[in-house]
C-alpha cells in the first residue's frame, strides 16, 4: 500500500510515519512541513554497509550523496553509521565539517569545482578530490604547490553507458558535461598527465551512469568496463589503481509502477562482475566506493500540507490547493515527476478522487501530482505526499518569497526538530536599503 | 546588437551596463553576480506611468508585479516612480512593507492564500486582495468579522482568453488553477456571493492571459471581454464595478528573434477599446491597472560569471562551464529558455565558436544555453547573460548548497550592493544539531 514500511495507519486512521501520527505532527509544526523517518535511513544505511562487509569482504565504503538531502543532522547520522560522504560543492562541505564529519571520508566531486572550493577542499583535509578535467588538475597543482600538500584524486570517468529508469544504452553519455570519456581517449590521456604532476596521487576512477535506475545490467556492465580500464592502466603505465567508484543511481519507489532492486541484490550481483573480471585481468580487488543519495533518503521522507481550498471546475478539472508547491517541491515542474499522495487524515478512506494537486505559487506549472486518485478533500485536511526525502528539500527555492518549511525526523518514537522553519525575516537577511 | 540600451562596449572592449565595465564590476564583488540598471528600471517605470497620464488622464495606476524579482530596495524604486505593487505571498507583503511601501496600494494575489496571509493583508491595510475563489471569500469575511474590518476586494475573472508568446486562443484557460470562469458562471456567481457579505466591497475585477506576449491582439480582446462582463453585472445587479486590472504578460527581447511591442503602444491600443467598449455598454470608464513584472526588470538584469573549464568534447560539443547555473538561473532547465549571453571581456570579438554553457551544479541538465554562437572563451574570462532580470534571483534556489549570488545596482554611473552574497554559514542558519 505504501512505498516503505515506515508508513502505517493508526486507529485513529490517520497515516503515520515511524509509528507517529503525522496529522498531529502538522498540527505541532505547521504545514508545509518535510518528515523524514531516521530509523528508516539508518536502516538502509546498514543494508548497503552489510552488503560491501559480505560481497566485498569489508573492502569498500558507502558514500553518502549529500546532494540528495544536505542539512547538518544528516551528516552526524551518516557518521553514526560508518559512511563516508560524498560533496559536490564548497557549501556541502561546509555543512558536512560543521557537523564533525571526518574530513578524510569525504570525496569531492563536480564539473566545475572553483578555485576557491579546491582550496577549501585541500586546506580542509578532504580525503579525495573527483576530478572531472584537465583544467581542475592545473588549478589542484597550483594549489597544492603553493600549499606544499598533497592531495589523492579519482578521475570521473565516462564509461559508455547511459542508463535511465527501465532502459539503458551501451554507448552514450560522451556528450555529458561530467567527466572524461573512455571511447576518445581522454580518459586514459588525463591519467597520464596526471602520473606527471608530484601533488598528486591517482587512486582511483569513478562513474556514475543515471538516476532511479531499476536494472542490473548497466550497473554490471558498468563495472567491468571499468576494471577492464584499470587493467590496460596497469598493463600500459603499470599504475595499479585501487579505488573503484561506482556511483549512485539505485532506484527507489515513487508510485505503484516502480519496482527497484533490492540494494543487497544489486551489490551482490555487481561484486560477481568485479570478482571475475578481476581474475580474468588479473588485477587485485580494488576498494570498492558507491554512492547512494535518494535510495538512503528519498523513500525516508514525506511532506505534509494543509488543504486551502478546493477548486471543482465542472465537467473539467478538480483541484486541491495546498499550502506549499513548487516551492518545496520543484520535481513536478522540472520532470514530471510522479508521487503518491493521500489524505493524511483520511488515510483508510477510499481514493473515490481523480484531482490535480496544486501549489500556492503564482505560476501555472505549480502543481504537485497530476490526475492521482486520492479521498475526498475538504480545507484543513491533512495532505502528504510521499517518497519526498531526496532532491525536495536540497531543490527547495523561495519562489514567491515563500519560506521554505522546516525538517522533523523521527526516531524511536519521538519526533525531532533537525531544521527550522525560514522566516520572513530570513528572506530579507542580506537585503540592503 | 544588445537587447537593451543599458548595454554597450566600452574603449577596453568590455560589455557596459549603466557605462560601468562589467569586468570590473565581476572583480569588485566577484561571481556569479546579479547586475541590473536601476536607471532603465526608472525609465521603463515612466513609459508606462506617463501612458497611464496619457491615454486613460491619469485614472490608473501601474502595479510593479513583485514576483518577477523581490526584495527591499526594489520596493523603494517602485515608490519612488509613484507604482503600486502587487504581491502573491506574506513573503513579498513582508519585504514590501519592510521597505515602507504604502499599504494601501498593494494588491494581494494568490490562488491559496493562508489564512496568516489574509490577516497579514488585513492586519497590515492592504488595499486589495484579489480573490480567488469562494473558500478565499469566507475566510476574509471570517478575518474581518473578528477585526471588525471591511476589505477592498477584485476577482480574479478567467476570461477564456489563453496568450502565449506568438499565439492565443479564444476560449481556453478554464482549466487553470487561477480565478473563477465567465463561461460557465463561476463568475458570476462569486459576485453575487460577494455582494451579501458586508465586510468585503467589491471593487473590480482582474485577468491576467498569459507571460511573454507579443501580440498586440490578445489584451484588446480580454480589455473587451471583461468590459462586456462588467457591464453586464452593473446591468443585472447594478453593481458598478470601479476597477479593472488587465494583469501583465507583456514580452521583452531575451534573443534576437524576439520582437516586442512597446508598452505604449499596447496601452494606447487597449485604452482605445476601453474607451469604445464603455461606450458602447454606456458603462463609466474604470480606473484601470496593469500589473508589468518582467518588462519593468527582466531586460534591466544581467548575470555575470566566471569561465573555468571549458571542455572541447572533439566532434561531438564544446561545453563552457560558468561557476553558476540553475541554481541562480533555473529558467533553461525549467522551461528551455533561450538567452543571449557574450563573453564580457571579449565583446567586440567575433561570435565565433558555438557552444553549450553549462552550469556547474551537479545535474546533467544544469544548462544556461545549448548551442549559443560566444566569443572563443578561456578560463578566467567574465562571460554575461543577458536578460535575466526577472525569475531569475527570485526563482533562485541552493540547490547543491550554492550560495545564492548578490544584486548590484547601477545608477547614475555608481554601482551599489542591494542584496548581499549568501555565505555557508546562511545557508545553515536555520540547522540544528
Known amino acids: 500500500m505504501f512505498n516503505s514500511d515506515s508508513l502505517g495507519i493508526n486507529n485513529e486512521g490517520n497515516l503515520t510515519i515511524g509509528n507517529l501520527d503525522t496529522v498531529l505532527l502538522a498540527k505541532k509544526y505547521q504545514t508545509p512541513l518535510y518528515v523524514m523517518d531516521e530509523d528508516m535511513i539508518r536502516h538502509i544505511c546498514r543494508i548497503y554497509k552489510n552488503s560491501i562487509d559480505e560481497f566485498y569482504k569489508g573492502h569498500g565504503l558507502i558514500l553518502y550523496a549529500s546532494k540528495a538531502l544536505s542539512f547538518k543532522h544528516i551528516y552526524s547520522v551518516a557518521k553514526e553509521e560508518g559512511l563516508g560522504v560524498d560533496v559536490v560543492s564548497g557549501g556541502e562541505l561546509y555543512t558536512a565539517l560543521s557537523a564533525g564529519f571526518p574530513a578524510d571520508k569525504i570525496y569531492f566531486h563536480g564539473n566545475n569545482k572553483t578555485y576557491d572550493e579546491i582550496k577549501m577542499a585541500v586546506d580542509s583535509g578532504v580525503g579525495h578530490l573527483v576530478v572531472d578535467n584537465d583544467y581542475e588538475l592545473t588549478l589542484i597543482d597550483e594549489i597544492c604547490q603553493k600549499e606544499n600538500k598533497t592531495m589523492d584524486i579519482l578521475f570521473r570517468i565516462k564509461p559508455g553507458i547511459d542508463a535511465h529508469t527501465h532502459d539503458f544504452v ?19 590521456a588525463i591519467i597520464k598527465h596526471a602520473m606527471q604532476i608530484k601533488t598528486v596521487r591517482v587512486t582511483g576512477v569513478h562513474c556514475h551512469i543515471g538516476s532511479q535506475i531499476f536494472d542490473i545490467e548497466p550497473f ?67 576498494f570498492i566506493l558507491m554512492e547512494p543519495g535518494r535510495s538512503l533518503v528519498g523513500a525516508s521522507g514525506i511532506t505534509l500540507y494543509t488543504v486551502g481550498d478546493v477548486k471543482d471546475i465542472k465537467d473539467i478539472k478538480k483541484y486541491v490547493f495546498v499550502d506549499g508547491g513548487m516551492g518545496d517541491n520543484p520535481r513536478f515542474i522540472l520532470y514530471e515527476s510522479k508521487y503518491n499522495a493521500l489524505i493524511a487524515n483520511k488515510a483508510t478512506k477510499d481514493r473515490s478522487e481523480v484531482v490535480t494537486i496544486a501549489g500556492k505559487c503564482c505560476e501555472s506549472g505549480d502543481v504537485l501530482a497530476k490526475d492521482i486518485a486520492i479521498q475526498q478533500a475538504e480545507p484543513g ?39 527550522k522553519r525560514e522566516t520572513y525575516a530570513d528572506l530579507m537577511k542580506n537585503d540592503l536599503d
Request: glycine letters at 8%; hydrophobic letters at 40%.
Open 220 to 286: 554490471k556492465l558498468a563495472a567491468s568496463v571499468m576494471l577492464n580500464f584499470m587493467a590496460d592502466i596497469k598493463d600500459k603505465y603499470g599504475l595499479e589503481l585501487k579505488e573503484l567508484n561506482l556511483g549512485g543511481g539505485y532506484g527507489i519507489i515513487y508510485t505503484d509502477g516502480d519496482d527497484p532492486i533490492e540494494y543487497h541484490e544489486y551489490i551482490k550481483a555487481v561484486s560477481q562482475v568485479v570478482y571475475e573480471t578481476c581474475e580474468e585481468r588479473n588485477f587485485p580487488v580494488p
Open 170 to 188: 551501451k554507448t552514450g553519455q560522451i556528450d555529458a558535461k561530467f567527466g572524461v570519456a573512455l571511447e576518445n581517449g581522454e580518459a586514459e
Open 381 to 419: 485536511d491533512t495532505l502528504a505526499v510521499l517518497a519526498t526525502g531526496a532532491y525536495n528539500y536540497s531543490m527547495a527555492s523561495n519562489y514567491n518569497r515563500i519560506p521554505r518549511p522546516p525538517i522533523v525526523m523521527v526516531s524511536n518514537g519521538q519526533d525531532k526538530l533537525v531544521v
